[in-house]
């Protein structure tokens, strides 16, 4: 069984960054290239947008405990922040047994 990982944050004063507002789409970048998605995919095959700053990941089960999963997540999050000299506040969920549901308002 997989782990289901979501990932969201929010940035303080992204615009002071060396990157300027670009910093969000060098943070998609990067966290595009450790393989999480903007998009989920639903059961009819539907690809469904994220919201913003929102990403989601699946990973093998190699782990111990989902705990060890959330410290991993964690460490390659704050290392993409001090790679773009921002900080900020963040939320990791991890899961095997998930379920999930995107609409709007």
Known sequence: MRYF??????LNCASMSPYGNNVYAKITDALDNLDYSKV???RKERTIDLPSNTYVAKFDDDFEHQSEVVEFVKANLEKIFRRYSVSGR??????????WKVGSF
């Open 5 to 10: 990982v979501t990932v969201t944050f929010d």
């Open 40 to 42: 989920v995919t639903g």
């Open 90 to 99: 963040y939320f990791i969920s991890v899961g095997k047994n998930w379920a």
